[in-house]
T-cell receptor, first 109, second 115 residues
Framework: GIQVEQSPPDLILQEGANSTLRCNFSDSVNNLQWFHQNPWGQLINLFYIPSGTKQNGRLSATTVATERYSLLYISSSQTTDSGVYFCAVERRSNYQLIWGAGTKLIIKP | GAGVSQTPSNKVTEKGKYVELRCDPISGHTALYWYRQSLGQGPEFLIYFQGTGAADDSGLPNDRFFAVRPEGSVSTLKIQRTERGDSAVYLC?????????????FGPGTRLTVL
């Protein structure tokens, strides 16, 4: 099956710092989504990005489908950015999302 | 509704009991998905509905798990003879039409604890 690997597994930064999170996947996919899971467990949609680059405020994402990776950029980090960031890819055959193990981000004030 | 809702938010039960978890998708979304998330891991797919029918139930772990969506909107995940290993957060998601190129939106989850 499709393998999804995220790096780094853990990241601790000071408020105001920038970061790059990576997602590699092992096969062709329909699409890719980035989520933020807040400390209360809610999954918040960040980007729906099968290819190309998108930006939303301090966050941006780039997916290079031909090379099977995606990057999530967070600039000027705030404490509210803390949580786990998941990458999930949609399998071509049955549309289910296959998830990475996540990157746990801690932003210190 | 404005988003995907799930009830109850927490469920504690005893080993061997039967439980039902409910999901109310975003209004107008025809595709509905159930996932299960264990502590420290990403969610795992359980079942996918397109309308009233289960289009793919390959993720259900065994025949103790069953899900229905009789009117193509609300779905219920049913677990018989619960085991301690069933303890997890059960997540529901919906998307506009399913199929290719459809963004999934998630509910807050139901935390199931089997004692």
């Amino acid at each position: 099956g499709i393998q999804v690997e995220q790096s780094p597994p853990d990241l601790i930064l000071q408020e105001g710092a920038n970061s790059t999170l990576r997602c590699n996947f092992s096969d062709s996919v329909n699409n890719l989504q980035w989520f933020h899971q807040n400390p209360w467990g809610q999954l918040i949609n960040l980007f729906y990005i099968p290819s190309g680059t998108k930006q939303n405020g301090r966050l941006s994402a780039t997916t290079v489908a031909t090379e099977r990776y995606s990057l999530l950029y967070i600039s000027s980090s705030q404490t509210t950015d803390s949580g786990v960031y998941f990458c999930a890819v949609e399998r071509r055959s049955n549309y289910q999302l296959i998830w990475g193990a996540g990157t746990k981000l801690i932003i210190k004030p | 509704g404005a988003g995907v809702s799930q009830t109850p938010s927490n469920k504690v039960t005893e080993k061997g009991k039967y439980v039902e978890l409910r999901c109310d998708p975003i209004s107008g979304h025809t595709a509905l998905y159930w996932y299960r998330q264990s502590l420290g891991q990403g969610p795992e797919f359980l079942i996918y509905f397109q309308g009233t029918g289960a289009a793919d139930d390959s993720g259900l772990p065994n025949d103790r798990f069953f899900a229905v969506r009789p009117e193509g909107s609300v779905s219920t995940l049913k677990i018989q003879r619960t085991e301690r290993g069933d303890s997890a957060v059960y997540l529901c998601a919906s998307s506009l039409t399913g199929g290719e190129l459809n963004e999934q939106f998630f509910g807050p989850g139901t935390r199931l604890t089997v004692l």
